[in-house]
């Protein structure tokens, strides 16, 4: 392996991955002769910490053989052997597929041990996990990284934010300007229906994403992570974009057969929701790891605290609703009581749209700085 080196204080480092982000890597590094001996050693990167880790400081080389460094105009050159396998923490079998990621950067030599600083640019990274017990060519780049976090933040405001705040409305307020209309339908579902359009054209734009960074390939079963956000993720999409199709086909208000589409719309909406919960959870998880992910929890645990309020107000509205009969006519008539407990569903509204946008914002702040 090599590299040009834009200094004469540096490294050059190849790691194995579960992923394409540093991070729980096994990492080889190839240090610059004019900043201490010349070596190749092994370390280990920590979840989500810059600070690399020598793998044995007694055995710095552990597993490595056939060191071969040279430096010519400015260009560093590395070779080397390494065991596929080592009984030792934190020395990943290459046995098992990883990605491959290449890195560079400053180093520094003190008390006979070298220390790497955080490299400034994004890795190079292999566009799939490798399967090292077979030669073969690789390819990698620094463009699949931009597009993960691409695809992340997409699909994160269009599940997080557009369809709960769409999913709301049709559940808990079509009570809103019930006598009025807003592009010649009911208000809820002037807002109801961009909001979860908008939420399908963007989970398509995020699977073109993702399929571009995997070079139209399937995400390979050895990682069962990725592999299970990856089906959770296209039965989220496939349902996604039939939801809007079928409802252009939607019987008449009048129609028998209206009341079978409502339930089977509700039902299959219901479905993508969680399902699109469920792979932005582990995909949180895998790439965020440690505490970080914690953040989605605190914010599955908003939404099922206002299901619960909002579902609990429309039990005390329907309850308090009176029908009085006068001359064989029903008359049903809304005390002050429902009154206020609807307002309070406006309010409730109002504090998910901006607990939203928080938590909605931080977990995509969150992947564009990882």
């Given amino acids: 392996m090599g590299t040009k080196m834009l200094s004469n204080s540096g490294y050059f480092a190849i790691g194995f991955s579960k992923d394409v982000y540093m991070g729980d890597d096994s990492v080889v590094m190839c240090?610059?002769?004019?900043?201490?001996?010349?070596?190749?050693?092994?370390?280990?990167?920590?979840?989500?910490?810059?600070?690399?880790?020598?793998?044995?400081?007694?055995?710095?080389?552990?597993?490595?053989?056939?060191?071969?460094?040279?430096?010519?105009?400015?260009?560093?050159s590395c070779s080397f052997k390494r065991k596929t396998f080592i009984d030792f923490h934190n020395y990943f079998d290459l046995n098992e597929p990883f990605f491959l990621l290449m890195?560079?950067?400053?180093?520094?030599?003190?008390?006979?041990?070298?220390?790497?600083?955080?490299?400034?640019?994004?890795?190079?990274?292999?566009?799939?996990?490798?399967?090292?017990?077979?030669?073969?060519?690789?390819?990698?780049?620094?463009?699949?990284?931009?597009?993960?976090?691409?695809?992340?933040?997409?699909?994160?405001?269009?599940?997080m934010f557009l369809s709960t705040l769409g999913i709301l409305l049709a559940r808990y307020y079509k009570y809103l300007g019930k006598n009025k209309t807003l592009c010649g339908v009911q208000i809820w579902f002037a807002f109801h229906r961009p909001l979860m359009l908008t939420t399908s054209v963007l989970s398509l734009v995020g699977f073109l994403l993702i399929l571009i960074r995997k070079d139209w390939k399937w995400t390979s079963s050895a990682i069962n992570t990725n592999f299970a956000h990856s089906i959770m993720g296209i039965l989220t999409i496939g349902i996604s974009?039939?939801?809007?199709?079928?409802?252009?086909?939607?019987?008449?208000?009048?129609?028998?057969?209206?009341?079978?589409?409502?339930?089977?719309?509700?039902?299959?909406?219901?479905?993508?929701?969680?399902?699109?919960?469920?792979?932005?959870?582990?995909?949180?998880?895998?790439?965020?790891?440690?505490?970080?992910?914690?953040?989605?929890?605190?914010?599955?645990?908003?939404?099922?605290?206002?299901?619960?309020?909002?579902?609990?107000?429309?039990?005390?509205?329907?309850?308090?609703?009176?029908?009085?009969?006068?001359?064989?006519?029903?008359?049903?008539?809304?005390n002050d009581k429902n009154m206020f407990d609807s307002s309070f569903k406006t309010v409730i509204l109002g504090l998910h749209f901006v607990i939203s946008i928080c938590f909605t914002f931080a977990i995509i702040l969150l992947i564009w700085i990882k």
Avoid: C
Avoid at 36 to 49: C, L, T
Avoid at 255 to 266: G, K, M, Y
């Fill in 241 to 334: 974009v039939i939801q809007p199709i079928s409802a252009i086909f939607r019987p008449d208000k009048d129609s028998a057969n209206r009341p079978i589409f409502n339930w089977l719309h509700r039902v299959f909406g219901i479905l993508a929701f969680i399902l699109s919960y469920a792979a932005i959870t582990l995909a949180i998880k895998f790439f965020l790891q440690k505490y970080l992910w914690l953040i989605m929890v605190g914010w599955l645990s908003w939404l099922i605290l206002v299901v619960i309020a909002l579902e609990f107000i429309d039990y005390k509205i329907t309850k308090n609703w009176k029908t009085e009969s006068v001359i064989n006519t029903q008359i049903i008539e809304k």
């Fill in 103 to 159: 890195a560079k950067g400053e180093a520094l030599y003190e008390n006979s041990k070298f220390t790497p600083t955080q490299h400034n640019q994004n890795p190079l990274t292999s566009l799939e996990p490798i399967n090292f017990t077979n030669i073969q060519s690789v390819t990698a780049s620094s463009n699949p990284i931009k597009l993960v976090k691409a695809h992340g933040i997409i699909m994160t405001f269009g599940w």
């Fill in 31 to 76: 240090f610059n002769q004019n900043i201490g001996p010349n070596n190749i050693q092994s370390f280990y990167n920590p979840e989500n910490d810059y600070n690399s880790e020598i793998l044995d400081s007694n055995d710095p080389n552990l597993g490595l053989s056939n060191i071969q460094i040279w430096q010519e105009n400015g260009f560093l």
